[in-house]
């Protein structure tokens, strides 16, 4: 049996079109696969080529969530944000999983089938890292009153956080830079939130607007590192517990450890 | 900056950090909101995740307490903030995510009155000029005037009143100044509060809110002889007479030197306070009683197992449980379950029959769990359910405790963990002093 591999766009909507032309084109089955950017060309297998479609990836989300809710469509746009390379063959089959009707109850309670499992794991892990830039992200004022943060995630959350700082700071101009994939979450005061994408020839100058500093920025960062460091208690001491917690990669860019 | 210092020196003894149990948005004309389930933005070297400005107003006070470091008779440097230093502070902090919100607390300044008033002044402007929305928890003043404590409580999201020792007997030895009576009279009146404004709330949904995250205490483990049941006991009562949203215990450092204090030898008993926290958790979250875990013939928990894993081997009767069909509170008696993968087991097992190899996949830690479940009828191996035998595999399979972690300060477990053993010690001590 030849199998059909479709290789689609690293990006929520290139694995969501690709979904889209797994039905269209009638090649639906346990044999076919969706795989993100190149890989190693197997022998026995179709390949074809998935240009990103916006349209039609908007018709597979407005399927999954008419058919399956807005829980699990959460579950799936966290999951497409991780860096795994399964993630679109997972998402993939999870959906139609759901199609085929094989999942009595929400889908996500499907635990025990291995595809949907691994949707959930991944959308787990992303939810942490989320949660862990919202915990662990530190703004510092340069001129002009504006917020600048610098983050370097594991997988690609400066959408997820976004809302989450909007809500908290509607008055503020704040930028999240992420500098692993270029990308930039913007916020001015009273507006909405958008994120932009910046080009490799650009990184000397936000390199240079990240380490500005406000007049009164210095004064802030120590007096923060001064109230980390009194508030542990010495007869207590335990640094791999601190680690455990706040693991080191989060570390370089946060002011209470530089 | 020294300021600073001084005051959040002085408020590091407290625990409860948490941001916890309120929901809120901005409503687009100040800064802030509060996430349900808190956020943690660091942690200290000590492994206690900072959430919260946790400092002091003052640490001037007119009480001495033999086990607090700003009591009266020690000569320590004292520092007061103003209120609107504070507010800044705060904002600043804020705005740079380095903190959730403010935890207020402070020494008594003239009266307890008086320091009310001041915490009060701070929040209010807070809350109203700096039009700050994010979390707010404070220590409520035994001994002030209620009228405030309530007005305070319309303002906070959380607030909190020290039981600091587990029984009567033992505040009067080492807190003079303060009394049971004095610390219960204003959690009732918060508690009051609460549940009157529930029924606002229901009635009106924009009535104004009166601490919504609920109050919390916190209580000092080993300053006094108390035992693990009297203050399990205690704690239960807390929850069901008081509605306390938690129970904080910590383990007692010794600032001071004192006759009344117990030596501590092996440190702050650390692990007695993370068995206190395991069977917290059982109270809160498990369906557990107190009685059903310690008694009068079993004062203490055990030092080598887990209150739930000691429990199960107790009640071998019970087991073993059936994944497929035990009711989700039988399921979250089996030590290597928990809440979240008990829910899962659940969930899943609606659509699908459920075997080993999918437990280990949802979460349930398998090598705890094997010796009291069965899949289908079976067990993952045929071992006998047998006391002695689990125990001994359990006692294998090594507890991962908070305070192991560190290699540099990884102790063997000692005699000094008993609390039997370190008070009779004590009581040796005492007497040949005197």
Redesign the interface.
């Known amino acids: 049996m030849i199998q059909s591999i479709l290789v689609c766009q690293n990006s929520m909507e290139g694995v969501l079109t690709a979904i889209y032309r797994v039905y269209e084109w009638k090649l639906n089955g346990p044999d076919t696969m969706i795989q993100i950017g190149e890989a190693d060309l197997r022998l026995f297998a179709n390949y074809y080529e998935v240009e990103t479609v916006p349209p039609l990836a908007e018709k597979v989300a407005s399927t999954v969530l008419k058919r399956f809710g807005e829980d699990t469509w959460e579950f799936i746009c966290y999951a497409l944000a991780s860096e795994d390379p399964g993630k679109g063959q997972a998402v993939y089959r999870t959906i139609a999983e759901g199609l085929a009707g094989a999942?009595?109850?929400?889908l996500m309670?499907?635990?025990?089938n291995d595809d949907i499992?691994k949707v959930f794991e991944l959308s787990r892990h992303v939810h942490n890292e989320a949660?862990r830039m919202?915990?662990?992200?530190?703004?510092?004022?340069v001129e002009g009153n504006i917020?600048m943060?610098r983050i370097e995630p594991d997988a690609d959350v400066t959408a997820l956080i976004m809302p989450?700082?909007a809500?908290?700071?509607?008055?503020?101009n704040f930028v999240i830079v992420d500098t692993r994939r270029r990308l930039a979450g913007i916020h001015s005061a009273?507006k909405p939130w958008f994120v932009a994408r910046y080009e490799k020839e650009k990184d000397a100058q936000v390199e240079g607007i990240l380490g500005q500093y406000s007049e009164?920025e210095q004064e802030?960062e120590?007096?923060?590192k001064?109230?980390?460091?009194?508030?542990?208690?010495?007869?207590?001491?335990?640094?791999?517990?601190?680690q455990?917690?706040?693991p080191l990669k989060y570390r370089p860019f946060?002011?209470?450890f530089t | 900056?020294e300021k600073?210092?001084i005051l959040?020196?002085a408020a590091?003894?407290d625990v409860a950090c948490t941001s916890s149990g309120s929901e809120r948005?901005?409503d687009?004309?100040?800064?802030?909101?509060a996430?349900k389930a808190g956020?943690?933005?660091?942690?200290?070297?000590?492994?206690?995740?900072?959430s919260l400005?946790?400092i002091l107003f003052t640490n001037e006070c007119i009480y001495d307490c033999k086990y607090c470091i700003n009591r009266r008779s020690n000569d320590v440097p004292r520092a007061s903030f103003t209120p609107d230093e504070l507010c800044r502070?705060t904002i600043?902090?804020y705005?740079?995510?380095?903190i959730e919100g403010l935890f207020l607390s402070s020494g008594i300044l003239y009266n307890p009155t008086f320091t009310m008033g001041l915490i009060y002044q701070t929040v209010y402007k807070l809350r109203n000029e700096y039009r700050f929305q994010?979390y707010i928890h404070v220590k409520a003043i035994p001994g002030a005037d209620p009228e405030l404590i309530q007005m305070v409580g319309f303002l906070v999201d959380r607030m909190s009143i020290n039981l600091e020792l587990p029984t009567a007997e033992g505040l009067s030895r080492l807190a003079p100044n303060k009394h049971r009576k004095t610390i219960l009279a204003p959690m009732r009146l918060i508690q009051n509060g609460i549940v009157s404004n529930r029924e606002e709330l229901a009635l009106y949904r924009n009535a104004p809110e009166f601490v919504p995250a609920g109050q919390s205490t916190q209580m000092i483990i080993g300053a006094t002889p108390e035992n693990d049941y009297q203050i399990l006991t205690v704690a239960e009562k807390l929850y069901q007479k008081f509605d306390l949203k938690r129970v904080f215990y910590s383990?007692f450092?010794?600032v001071n030197e004192d006759r009344e204090l117990p030596a501590l030898p092996g440190?702050?008993p650390?692990l007695r306070e993370h068995r206190l926290y395991q069977a917290d958790w059982l109270l809160r979250f498990y369906g557990f009683e107190a009685k059903e875990l310690l008694s009068e013939d079993r004062p203490d928990f055990n030092i080598l197992l887990d209150p739930k894993a000691d429990w199960a081997l107790r009640h071998l009767e019970e087991f073993p449980v059936e994944i497929n069909r035990a009711p989700y509170e039988k399921l979250l008696r089996v030590p290597g379950i928990g809440v979240k993968s008990a829910r899962?087991i659940v969930?899943?097992r609606?659509?699908?029959q459920?075997e080993f190899q999918?437990l280990k996949?949802?979460g349930v830690v398998l090598r705890r769990a094997v010796y009291f479940i069965t899949c289908n009828g079976r067990m993952m191996y045929s071992v006998k359910i047998e006391e002695d035998f689990i125990t001994r595999q359990l006692l294998d399979c090594k507890e991962r405790l908070?305070?192991d972690?560190?290699?540099?300060?990884y102790r063997q477990l000692s005699l000094f963990d008993d609390r039997r053993f370190v008070m009779g010690q004590d009581q040796l001590i005492r007497q040949v002093i005197s």
């Open positions: 999942i009595r109850g929400p309670h499907g635990l025990a499992r949660h919202i915990e662990f992200l530190r703004f510092r004022e917020l943060a989450h700082f809500d908290r700071f509607p008055l503020e009273r009164n802030m120590e007096l923060f001064h109230f980390c460091k009194t508030l542990g208690v010495k007869e207590r001491r335990n640094i791999k517990l601190q455990q917690f706040l946060m002011t209470e | 900056m600073l210092e959040s020196d590091k003894y948005k901005n687009g004309t100040g800064i802030g909101n996430v956020i943690c933005h660091s942690f200290s070297s000590d492994g206690r995740c900072i400005l946790k502070l600043e902090f705005r740079r995510n380095y994010g383990a450092v010794r440190g702050p650390l899962r969930q899943a609606r659509s699908s459920l999918h996949k949802i908070p305070f972690a560190d290699g540099a300060t």
